[in-house]
């Protein structure tokens, strides 16, 4: 996604920096309501890269919202290492979902400051173009997704482990029937309390983007009533309600640690 007219002019910078590779921030949608029949109309919230978070207060307490909702305290629900375009021509193969191998003497770049690779020679600062991505934004679509895949291997690719986490959740919940997933959409994944809604865009921990419906002619959504906090707080499941009772230490956690520690790569 870029909020340009088109994409040539990144790939024409890139191209006279020498670089031929480029892997992008990812930012997961949110969704806002349970069912939609189009999500890139409906779905505008986005949980930004954790990367490009601010270090504030603030900006804590919005990832800690996610994580405490999360059974294996997670933010982002599923992948957190971005996208790659490459350079056509290069005899370049698939090295991942997420990465080409490119030969010898090739360059890659990330947008990612990412502490577990520690690549600051290839750190290249790029919030624009970015990766929307839209894994499971409707309750239908989430049925969906898991009816499909259904038992999949706890391998990626046949070699790399399946960690313990949201999708391999749904997989199990899955075999349970559509009321455990039903449960895990609205206590993990939605939400619906316009007031976190706010609070999570003020601290920067999320975004709105609204550009692609547009781009998309995606079918416009239905605007129903919003609910105020006073209707929030009559009925309904709230989102206290759906934060669990044992809350996280206060030490940094899981993705806390890369939050804090991405803040020194590039400068």
């Not at 206590?187 to 309390?193: K, N, P, T, Y």
């Not at 209707?231 to 939050?259: F, H, K, N, Y």
């Amino acid at each position: 996604f870029t909020r340009q007219d088109n994409v040539s002019s990144h790939f024409e910078e890139l191209s006279r920096n020498g670089i031929d590779q480029m892997t992008y921030l990812n930012h997961e949608g949110a969704p806002e309501a349970e069912e939609t029949e189009d999500y890139f109309a409906s779905i505008t919230l986005f949980k930004r890269h954790h990367f490009v978070v601010p270090l504030t207060p603030a900006a804590r307490q919005g990832l800690r919202f996610w994580m405490n909702r999360s059974h294996r305290d997670q933010f982002m629900l599923f992948y957190d290492n971005g996208k790659s375009a490459c350079r056509v021509g290069l005899s370049a193969k698939p090295r991942s979902q997420h990465l080409w191998e490119l030969p010898l003497g090739c360059r890659s770049c990330t947008a990612l400051a990412d502490p577990r690779r520690l690549d600051l020679e290839g750190y290249r600062e790029c919030h624009d173009p970015c990766i929307l991505h839209f894994p499971v934004c409707g309750l239908s679509w989430f049925l969906s997704k898991y009816r499909t895949l259904g038992k999949f291997p706890d391998t990626w690719l046949g070699k790399i482990k399946l960690p313990d986490s949201f999708h391999s959740d749904a997989r199990e919940l899955c075999a349970q029937g559509e009321d455990a997933l039903l449960t895990k959409f609205r206590s993990e994944v939605l939400i619906d309390d316009p007031n976190e809604v706010d609070r999570q865009l003020e601290s920067g921990t999320c975004l709105r983007i609204e550009d692609h419906a547009a781009l998309l002619d995606a079918i416009p959504a239905p605007q129903g009533p919003r609910a105020t906090p006073k209707q929030m707080g009559e009925a309904g499941v709230g989102v206290g309600d759906r934060a669990r009772t044992e809350q996280l230490s206060d030490a940094p956690l899981g993705i806390e640690r890369g939050w804090i520690l991405s803040k020194a790569i590039g400068f």
